[in-house]
């Protein structure tokens, strides 16, 4: 993969507190906010982007005078495709980036493109559990396809690439470490992903909440690699923390963090008990309590795998407490009852 200067340059914004932001558009969901500081010794980046983001990171870096060679530390929040695939190329541009990232993580992924093959089966796998018309079915997985096939495809053109995650300094909760001349507290914040860390400047109050709050909701991947239960819990805790911002990998800053986490609680809360209100009506499927909880237009775009995992993860948590069934139909396909 050649790296070239893309026709629209993303700037490289200063958002005060010391804080860079890059958004660097990608051909699925929301485009990624990229955070970075300018140390005495380089840049420090939270997050990279996905892989065929690095012509315009390159660029952005360009109108501040800095090159991709200029990144020395990147903390990665977790090992989404959105927030690090980059990293599979962007050591072959950036000679000298020390990697940062939950200790399991290096080893938990390992092969990066070995463990999306995983990530896609179970994807389909919540398709299958959702769709049960084999028509609307295979629409969905031929559109679902095509996009892994496009990322995979990435990586197949560049020479340069390592398929192999490399995190070359393991992270564990409440670690601290100066890069750059700048110290960062970490914390461990599962739920959304397995391998979720929140970076803090604690000079500052500026938590890096990656994916763990977008626009007053989030994603949970249950059937891949996120914890209803392990998100409550992360939400808790960072209700004790003294947040001053919130910066997330999608949309804008959170305006009022503590306010936001309470609400996403709370709307977590008011989904599971519409969940059970649909299904004391009668038998139904994830489709259905999926349009009912976000909406029909959630089908249009990237985020239906996202809309499907959040709603599935509460229809596991009913199940553990045996407040509803799943009867299991074929092809994979399920329905849920109410437990009277």
């Known amino acids: 993969m050649k790296v070239t200067i893309p026709k629209r340059i993303p700037p490289m914004e200063d958002i005060g507190d010391g804080v860079f932001k890059i958004i660097l558009p990608q051909p699925f969901y929301a485009p990624n906010n990229i955070y970075l500081y300018v140390g005495n010794d380089g840049l420090t980046l939270i997050d990279s982007g996905y892989i065929e983001s690095i012509p315009m990171l390159q660029a952005s870096l360009k109108t501040k005078g800095f090159s991709l060679n200029d990144i020395r530390h990147i903390i990665y929040t977790h090992n989404h495709l ?163 911002r919130m910066l997330p990998a999608h949309g804008s800053e959170i305006e009022d963090p503590k306010k936001t986490i309470t609400l996403v609680k709370k709307t977590l809360s008011i989904l599971e008990k519409g969940v059970l209100r649909r299904l004391r009506e009668g038998e139904s499927d994830l489709k259905v309590l999926m349009e009912a909880a976000i909406g029909k237009k959630v089908h249009n775009g990237g985020h239906l795998p996202t809309a499907l995992g959040l709603v599935y993860s509460i229809i596991q948590k009913l199940v553990l407490e045996g407040q509803i069934r799943i009867e299991k139909r074929e092809n994979g396909y399920e329905v849920f009852h109410i437990v009277e």
């Open 82 to 244: 959105d927030h690090i695939s980059s990293a599979l190329v962007l050591k072959s541009y950036a000679k000298n980036v020390t990697y940062y990232g939950y200790r399991a993580m290096a080893d938990g992924v390992g092969n990066y493109l070995e463990s999306m093959l995983l990530f896609e089966e179970a994807t389909e796998d919540l398709y299958h559990k959702a769709f049960g018309d084999k028509k609307e079915l295979d629409r969905i997985l031929t559109e679902s396809r095509k996009g892994w096939r496009q990322f995979f495809s990435k990586f197949g053109e560049t020479k340069k690439g390592d398929p192999v995650l490399r995190i070359d300094v393991a992270i564990d909760h409440n670690d601290s470490l100066e890069l750059g001349g700048r110290l960062f507290r970490f914390l461990y914040t599962p739920g959304h992903n397995l391998y979720h860390i929140t970076p803090v400047d604690p000079s500052t109050g500026v938590y890096f909440s990656g994916d763990l709050i977008i626009a007053n909701l989030t994603a949970i991947y249950s059937e891949m690699d996120g914890n209803l239960g392990d998100y409550y819990f992360t939400l808790s805790k960072l209700l004790e923390e003294p947040i001053k």
